[in-house]
């Protein structure tokens, strides 16, 4: 089951009264808006008797042939959808339409395309069998000559590649707090009291997992939503300051990889927050330590690159290199709706570090009964950044298209 906002798309729509009562089929209209689409993820909410049916079929209604497209029943902001991957490409001012009809119940035992293998200390999801991400559970010991001040749990690492080059890293020699993707604040105060998120070593702040909500598997995408909590060390003996859930969505793509992570975090007791005015914190991206010095290249939305980049206001940045010898890459996407979007981009000038610090503009507080929430999407590729197909990403992410059920 998936829970919380969507960041994939935000869904407009209009039930019609008569299918307040069973019906086994509907019609659906997908509208482009005033982007072009192709491979589009369309999330079509269920009336009432479809929402009981397990399975379907789903079809463009003008096609000369039925054309069964991937999809997948789930549970999205509290409505039973469907979620469906229309391929090709759809033209901006153009609509395509659908027939969802209720088909028998499939097979059991089919492996979804994008599935999740768990095991005690972490998960891995797979699109079509091969690995996409691994999130850690379990505390994530340092080298063995490292300070274990600097165990994690609770991150994304490895982050793969379509063709499964590892772009993330974890532990580096110059970083050791660096963890793959994680989200840590640096720079805050608690009633007053410093405490640091991001330095480990300073031995004020951590966060960790704590348990594992759900996960969900199909044929459109995997997801799972887990609770990580920030802890002031030297706060009271440790104290728990906000609390955090992760809501992680894998889509079943090739060419590309693509998920979104959302993050909301919350008060933890009825004091705030204070974030101060820092170039960097916020959610992280270590990259791979091929990428070391001047092996790896930066290019932002607005054509900027790791020469003028920093300190910018961004609604995405990649980062890429060679990896044995290949060219590969992962871009990360803001979403519009985050606090002070587009935000502020930290680019490490000689380092693969990337991070959005919305706390570079200024300070500002996470308060008591205001969840504070972050969106992200991840765009994993080889080769060469592919700017258009980042963009055409980006605009599905902040402006996705309608669905209208007839």
């Known amino acids: 089951m998936i829970h919380g906002r969507s960041s994939v798309l935000t869904v407009a729509f209009a039930l019609l009264l008569a299918f307040a009562g069973r019906a086994d089929a509907l019609t659906v209209e997908v509208l482009a808006g005033k982007h072009d689409r192709e491979n589009t993820i369309a999330i ?143 720079d805050a105060t608690y009633e007053g009291q410093k405490v640091d998120f991001w330095n480990s070593k300073k031995g004020e702040g951590k966060v960790e997992f704590v348990k594992l909500e759900t996960t969900e598997a199909g044929n459109v995408m995997a997801a799972y939503r887990t609770q990580h909590r920030f ?67 930066f290019i932002c939305a607005d054509g900027k690159t790791r020469i003028d980049g920093h300190a910018t206001k961004q609604t995405w940045v990649a980062m890429y290199g060679k990896i044995d010898g290949k060219a590969c890459g992962i871009a990360v996407l803001g979403h519009p709706s985050n606090f002070r979007a587009p935000q502020m981009t930290r680019i490490h000038p000689t380092e693969p570090f990337f991070n959005f610090a919305p706390c570079a503009e200024g300070e500002f507080e996470i308060v008591p009964g205001k969840p504070y929430v972050s969106k992200y999407r991840y765009v994993t590729f080889d080769g060469e950044p592919d700017v258009k197909l980042i963009d055409r990403l980006w605009n599905d992410y902040a402006e996705p298209v309608e669905v209208k059920v007839k």
């Not at 090709?88 to 395509?96: L, M, N, Q, T, Y």
């Not at 001040?149 to 590892?166: C, D, K, L, N, T």
């Not at 992280?284 to 010095?293: A, C, D, I, P, V």
Request: charge should be positive; proline fraction near 6%.
């Open 231 to 297: 802890i002031g060390m030297k706060i009271k003996g440790g104290t728990t300051i906000l609390n955090e859930t992760w809501d992680v969505r894998v889509y079943n793509t090739t060419s590309y990889r693509l998920f979104d992570l959302d993050s909301t975090q919350t008060c933890a007791t009825d004091k705030p927050l204070k974030l101060l005015n820092y170039y960097y914190g916020g959610i992280g991206l270590r990259g791979s330590g091929q990428w070391e010095g001047k092996e790896v290249n």
């Open 44 to 186: 079509i909410p269920l009336p009432a008797g479809l929402a009981k049916a397990q399975t379907f079929q789903v079809s463009y209604a003008n096609a000369a042939a039925d054309v069964a497209l991937l999809r997948q029943k789930l549970t999205l902001d509290g409505r039973t959808v469907l979620a469906v991957i229309l391929p090709g490409s759809i033209k901006a001012g153009s609509s395509v339409t659908l027939n969802v009809v209720e088909t028998e119940a499939a097979k059991a035992n089919q492996r979804p395309q994008v599935s999740i293998d768990k095991n005690d200390a972490n998960l891995t999801i797979r699109v079509q069998d091969k690995d996409v991400i691994r999130y850690n559970m379990a505390v994530t010991q340092p080298p063995d000559e490292v300070d274990k001040i600097f165990a994690r749990s609770g991150y994304i690492h490895p982050v793969r590649s379509p063709s499964g080059h590892v772009i993330t890293n974890d532990f580096p020699p110059k970083h050791l707090h660096h963890h793959g993707i994680w989200f840590p604040w640096t």
